[in-house]
């Protein structure tokens, strides 16, 4: 994305020579201007309150409730810059764990709240790789019956065969990512990329 903002804290990301807890900063700082992003996308309904001088002032508020679906582990590192802008959003979780020879993801773990048909649901995963994970987070929010018009999917860095599955399974979820890359390689990892995500914002290498 063509954001220098944007651009100094992927950079930070992609660097193997940054240590966790600086890859954590910049993940954590990236995941509140995507939050901006995403809100461009968010409805919202004109309202009128009063100000302290006793003047009406128009503004708005949220139309829907907003669900946020963190994809296990790494969609938990942002979840909690949405967090701190949607504090009443519901959460729900969906885990899912690559094989690393086939890069098929298997789902292990699902739990998430009541949805409403018109709540916004925002599903949160840092690498959009295969597109695989995203997809079967998708199938499983649809298949709630959520409208695909009511999802948005965030992510940090997007390969181009991942967002083509989305895009070609999902054509009306909108995605929201820092920057897109080219290919994967032969292990299915997004390159140039950053790594493992999980692993250089957990400390788990
Ligand atoms: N998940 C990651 O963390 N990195 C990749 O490159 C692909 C999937």
Do not use: W
């Amino acid at each position: 994305m063509d954001d220098k903002l944007i651009q100094l804290l992927t950079t930070k990301l992609r660097d193997k020579n940054t240590p966790m807890a600086e890859f954590r900063a910049a993940a954590d700082k990236l995941a509140l201007v995507l939050v901006h992003q995403a809100a461009q996308f968010l409805h919202v309904k004109q309202i009128t309150v009063t100000t302290p001088l006793e003047q009406s002032a128009q503004g708005t508020e949220l139309r829907e409730n907003i669900v946020l679906v963190p994809i296990l582990r790494s969609g938990l590192a942002l979840l909690p810059a949405f967090l701190q802008y949607f504090p009443h959003a519901r959460v729900g979780f969906v885990g899912l764990k690559r094989d690393e020879k086939t890069a098929i993801a298997h789902l292990y773990y699902k739990k998430l709240p009541p949805i409403k048909a018109e709540d916004q649901v925002l599903v949160l995963d840092p690498m959009i790789a295969t597109g695989g994970s995203g997809a079967s987070t998708l199938k499983i929010v649809t298949e709630l019956g959520i409208r695909q018009e009511q999802i948005i999917f965030i992510g940090v860095i997007a390969a181009t065969p991942g967002i083509e599955e989305i895009n070609h399974e999902f054509p009306h979820v909108k995605v929201i990512v820092a920057c897109r890359d080219q290919k994967l390689n032969a292990a299915k990892y997004i390159v140039p990329g950053l790594g493992d995500f999980g692993d250089r914002y957990f400390g788990s290498e």
